[in-house]
């Protein structure tokens, strides 16, 4: 027997931990359901119950000296499995939690997705995830390490997340490959990651990233899907192998060893949906680490080695660490986008069906409303209520389903439970909403971006009205216009709760909406009208047929031809914002106010997708993977890239429609009362495929400003990021591919401005998409994609959606534009964005004898975010979850603010708090988080809090959540 020799200096003693793991997509291949019952086995062999199964019955044939040990994630899976189990059970597994043998690790109902997930949307999950496991078992097994091992890539907001919810570190797996090279080389592979600077040491996390993917060391896979060799140990066969075995392991022992400081190793051993036969896995690990713990004894290796968790492991990190004195680099970038090869950017997966990307977007929206409105009624029907959706929500984080990396009938499933859930939610609105209002028959819209209502369309509108009930979920002031379609041009007037006139306008419908809802609705024209919505209120309209003759009658405004005789048009008014086109071209020209404006360009172009033939690579472009055949952008005009365009004026709106070929047109609108945005309404599909070629679809805005490559991104909405064209911050970038390599996951809003911040402008999104600067003052947003080859990334299908009517998915979507030109620089970005994200909700009842207004807030105060307000998991009338939230950057003139908690809800007297980490499973005075040695310290600091009974204190970008509890007023 020789004893490996070590390719490096090896730490003087190694203690490898052994994670025994499942990785179980909550969707990808299969459905939830699928996964869960093992169904659909032809797609891939996988059921979740019966690893759970197997894993409970293993953990209990530990023996005195090998006491095994499992981790599990997604509590989608998990809350499923053990409302199934007998009591007996149920006690094995508490038995299993509390003596450290079974730990839950990351806590969420899924493993969410980084890249095209909201901020808001993350936090839901978890909670829902973390409060089942306190409310089930209890503080002691709350989950301190998040487990990010799938991912495609990883952001800065998700590491400061879970630093706020007191997570003391975060594990993952998919890094750039020239990153993880660079970091395997310097024994680098563990830092502190900083994920938002303003918040300093708070948002520190010790993070992680692992060796082997989460996989086991080459040739130690024992699933019963692998075909690695078990330890046969008996000595009598010919082909014992236990010293081959042995020794091969004590080797990847020691490579793994060669680029980690601590002598604190971890090995991942299971993966994808493993573990659901346990007993092979661990009756061979038994032996492994029998043999290994003889072996080193008889050659003299400091090695132990036992069955561990994550939290284990980082236990015993942060003890040589501090033995050591080691101390730890400070990364305060991000890790997109990712790349596993040079010719493999996954950053086509931040655009991949888009439509579910929206649907995702205003669910979220429904969500949160649902939520509010249980919590001030104050009744809750236990079978309609919001938890349907709130679980649905929660599904849809994972990172194969909002990012669009799923097989399409798992997508398709996935929109299902959205709405399933969003039915139940408008179930319970309704019937508060129509307690409240005396309302009748209240009917949601929910179709109106494509201008179907029915309530509004039926033909008794124009014989009796019909009323409006709109609510507002954010916590401000929300200007919105609201439009309803009707089925023909009869006059309305509009009057709002006091019985006031309201200035309305109607138009023709428009060929877009017609051509994208088919036979869907059948409304001929709109009516829209402006409303000032206050913050978490619901306001009333009442819509009136009336005469021509009546001077408050709705003005009737059709589109009409550019005159031949001007070179340029524009819309909007001389004291607010303007956009100015060229007739010859129809592209935009300039926005601005009064006489200060910026030159702006914006057009649709494409990229050709990759089909894999190509001279360096195979790699096709793919759901995941954005790889062009080259940098080249094509017109989506073949001709001339012209768009031909006309244009209305009304007392509401003013609107531009561009048509830049019979699938790309779009709607350019500026409101009358707007002063700081242009919205650019743009329908997409379908996008033609007959000549074979893929096709990725941008949306590219141009300007002069000289911007030295610089371009800033949100991270999941909460924060913006510089980044550099052609650049890394922490290594040196090999430009293989000039375009996915630039390409970043844009939440909410992406921008540009100059050196020195007094000229930009920035572009908010309506659903998570893929951006880049291309060209000093150029944004560009990935709109669409339609590729006809796979990526070789495990779907197994091309990204081809084919849509309602089967030939090809038609999209619509926002875009919309604020500029310094407008006198505002910093960009008010965070409150936009907050805005575009928190849309008003339109319902439609008979009409009501008397308007109302009511507010849920006492008032709005300025830079302060109702992130949430929710009844907790097990539902009590008279307690709640509230989270509020700074948003406002320092950089954008973030100051710090006060809050009376108890005068802040008009409708609650008698309230109390309690103070809960950023996950609501923890006190936030139990809250103690690991400190660690770093290399480079925090200059300056957080400012600290300072509370005052119910007066609470908000610093910048701070979010704060308790638990409160409060009776109704009467």
Known sequence: ????????????????????????????????????????????????????????????????????????????????????????????????????????????????????????????????????????????????????????????????????????????????????????????????????????????????????????????????????????????????????????????????????????????????????????????????????????VAHGHNITLEYSTPTRYLDAVYAASQKQGLEYKVKTDDFFPYADNPWAYWSGYFTSRPALKRYVRINNNILQACHQLQVFDGSVDPTINCRGLWEAMSVSQHHDAVSGTSKQHVADDYAKRLSDGAEKAHLTMERILSNWTNAKNMQFCLLLNISVCPATERLDSFNEGFSVVAYNPSWAVRKTIIRLPLANKHPMAVVDHEGKHVVSQMMPVGFAKESTRGPRGNATVELLFSASLPGMAYTTFTVKPTEASNPDAAVWTEPREVPLTAATFSIGSSKGVQAVFSRETGHLVSVGSGSTHMSIDQQFLWYNSSDGVNKNSSQPSGAYIFRPNNTETFSVNTVDNRAAVKYLEGPVVSEVYQEFSDWVLQTVRIAVDEPTAVDFEYTIGPIPFRDGLGKEIISRFSSKIKTDGVVYTDTNGRQLLKRQRNFRPTWTLNLTEPDAANYYPVDTAIMVTDEAGDNGFAVLTDRAQGGASMADGSLELMVHRRILHDDYRGVGEPLNETGVFGDGLIITGVHRLIASSFDRM??????????????????????????????????????????????????????????????????????????????????????????????ANLRKSDEKRLKWKESSQFEGSHPKNTDEGMNITLNSMDIRTFRVSATRRH
């Open 1 to 296: 027997d020789k004893p490996v020799a070590p390719s490096c200096k090896l730490p003087e003693q190694i203690n490898v931990h052994l994670v025994s793991h499942t990785h179980d997509d909550v969707g990808w291949l299969k459905t939830v359901d699928e996964y869960y019952y093992g169904a659909n086995n032809s797609i891939q062999h996988a059921g979740v119950q019966y690893i759970l199964d197997s894993v409970m019955e293993a953990l209990g044939k530990s023996q005195p000296d090998l006491t095994r040990r499992f981790i599990y994630v997604e509590q989608a899976f998990f809350s499923r499995w053990w409302r199934e189990q007998t009591t007996e059970m149920q006690e094995t597994v508490r038995k299993y939690l509390q003596n450290g043998q079974l730990e839950f690790i990351n806590g969420g109902w899924c493993m969410n997705d980084e890249a095209a997930t909201h901020y808001a949307a993350i936090i839901d999950q978890m909670t829902l995830g973390l409060t089942f496991i306190s409310t089930e078992f209890g503080e002691a097994v709350r989950p301190r390490i998040g487990w990010h091992i799938d991912p495609f890539g990883h952001s800065s907001a998700m590491s400061s997340l879970l630093a706020m919810m007191g997570f003391d570190a975060f594990f993952f797996d998919r890094i750039d490959y020239a990153d993880k090279a660079k970091r395997l080389n310097e024994s680098q592979m563990e830092m502190i990651w900083r994920g938002t600077e303003e918040l300093g040491t708070l948002s520190d996390i010790f993070t992680g990233v692992t060796y082997h993917g989460y996989n086991p060391p080459p040739g130690f896979c024992f699933d019963q899907s692998c075909h690695d060799a078990p330890i046969q140990d008996d000595r009598q066969l010919q082909n014992n192998n236990v010293n081959e075995r042995v020794e091969a392991f004590v080797a990847a022992i020691h490579d793994q060893a060669c680029h980690y400081r601590s002598g604190e190793i971890m090995m991942t051993m299971g993966s994808d949906f493993q573990y659901e036969n346990a007993h092979l896995w661990f009756k061979n690990m038994d032996k492994l680490i029998t043999y290994v713990r003889e072996y080193v």
């Open 826 to 919: 910093p960009l008010p970005v965070s409150h936009e964005a907050k805005a575009l994200f928190s849309e008003p909700l339109v319902s439609i009842t008979y009409p009501l004898p008397n308007g109302t207004q009511r507010s849920l807030l006492n008032k709005n105060i300025p830079q302060v975010n109702v992130l949430t307000l929710q009844h907790e998991l097990n539902v009590t009338v008279d307690t709640f979850l509230l989270r509020l939230e700074h948003y406002v950057p320092a950089s954008e003139g973030g100051s710090p603010v006060n809050v009376d908690l108890a005068t802040f809800f008009p409708m609650l007297e008698s309230v109390q708090y309690e103070e809960l980490g950023l996950g």
